[in-house]
């Protein structure tokens, strides 16, 4: 069973919106924060938006003001929603969610035309 599982991922224009979601499968429990990283071709992958159980938040400084992290009611979903998109936010997008181990999703592409 793949532990996390996003969606949303696509193409769009600068300036656009895309919202992305990942949903943790019944096999992790106890989640103590879900988030959000990135990975440009030939680029480390980068800390996005992070939101713990209690709803604090964390940003990159290169996001902040444009992306939001959101959890669902239930609590094993992550949503990440994203506006005024930039080309340099062209990447392969990974849900992450941390126990005391930390899971990883299979991974969404966004790509965003000048």
């Known amino acids: 069973q793949v532990p996390l599982v996003e969606s949303g991922g696509g193409l769009v224009q600068a300036g656009g919106s895309l919202r992305l979601s990942c949903v943790a499968s019944g096999s992790i429990s106890n989640i103590l924060t879900m988030g959000w990283y990135r990975q440009a071709p030939g680029k480390q992958r980068e800390l996005v938006a992070v939101?713990?159980?209690?709803?604090?938040?964390n940003y990159a400084d290169s996001v902040k003001g444009r992306f939001t992290i959101s959890r669902g009611n239930a609590k094993n979903t992550v949503y990440l929603e994203m506006n005024s998109l930039k080309p340099e936010d062209t990447a392969v997008y990974y849900c992450?969610?941390?126990?005391?181990?930390?899971?990883w999703g299979q991974g969404t592409q966004v790509t965003v035309s000048s």
């Open positions: 992450n969610a941390y126990t005391s181990l930390y899971y």
């Open positions: 939101i713990t159980s209690s709803g604090s938040t």
